[in-house]
């Protein structure tokens, strides 16, 4: 049995279509309108202890929706999941226990203390002992920079030190599973690098696992082994993200520097899998299908074009196989 289980779930949110003004509240009172979202699309996955998965997709895709739904915050519309076997919105107090959870820039942290004390009262919730809490505020300190935080108010700190506490607050009590969701939006690339570095280490070390939201793909990239795909509450993609990049990304970008150019490029294959993206007097851009051509089709067209003085060539990453996703440019069969 997977650690996580999740199987044909649906979340559907009821919208009140209530006008305004006081004719609209009465009307609303009478014959109450509403409409149905359907955020999460019956959607099912499995997550093995110790995974660390990228959950991502577009804004509004359901993301957010499917994480309180597996720490039990939200009640699915139907469908069932299970995390360690047990059914987060039934047995909160119990699911609690076995997870860490991060939402945004929300904190859980108490606004008015020192973070140590906050530190401190998780540790009494939790009830861990001096052991496991000293070892990993020490371990969590030191990756985290935490030293000169630890005395501070939570409200005195800066977003990105924040994070940082509240980061080390939601793996204090050694959680099963631990949930975060967009924990680097706004924070500056040092404060990210940080996270992603702690996030890998801990997953590594004590075979947390970690389910990640971001818009960052960024993090995806340098932190995740698997990605789970969502769109429009739909899973489009769910496995390595290797393969992901090999099924999808079916372009390279290839850079050059140029001089001479005389007449237009034009290429004896197919020339719809060759794209110039950009062109200067002394550069020019091209995306191509490299299922379909080679990098000495391109170089070959090139230099009948022009003279080469250096070239880059580049795959396209994870960034830009979503866009091109989302642009309905690639479909899935
Ligand atoms: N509390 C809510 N009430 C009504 N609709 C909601 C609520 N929360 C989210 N939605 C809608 O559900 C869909 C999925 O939202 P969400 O799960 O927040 O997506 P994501 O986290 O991927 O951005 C969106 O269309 C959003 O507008
Ligand atoms: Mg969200």
Known sequence: MALIEVKDLVKKYKISQKKHGVVGYIKHLIHPKYKEVTAVNNISFNIEEGELVGYIGENGAGKSTT???????????????????????????????????????????????????????????????????????????????????????????????????????TFLHNPKVVYLDEPTIGLDILVKENIRKFIKDINKEQKTTIILTTHDLKDIEEVCDRIILIDKGNIIYDGEKENFKNEYGKHIIAEFIIENKS??????????????????????????????????DVVKSVSNYCEILDMHIQEEGLEEILKEIYRGEIIND
């Open 67 to 169: 994480i309180k739904m597996l720490t039990g915050l939200l009640t699915p519309t139907s469908g069932k999941i299970e995390v360690n076997g047990i059914v987060p919105n039934e047995k909160r107090i119990q699911n609690n226990k076995q997870i860490g959870a991060v939402f945004g820039q929300k904190t859980q942290l108490w606004w008015d203390l020192p973070v140590i004390e906050s530190f401190k009262l998780i540790k009494k919730m939790y009830d861990l002992s001096d052991k496991e809490y000293e070892e990993n505020l020490e371990k969590f300190t030191k990756i985290l920079d935490l030293k000169d935080l630890l005395d501070k108010q939570v409200k005195n700190l800066s977003l990105g030190q924040k994070m940082r506490c509240e980061i080390a607050a």
């Open 263 to 296: 007449k237009n490029i034009t290429l004896e294959t197919s020339e719809e899998e060759f794209e110039v993206i950009e062109e200067s007097e002394n550069s020019i851009k091209i995306k191509f299908n490299h299922d379909k051509l080679t990098v000495m």
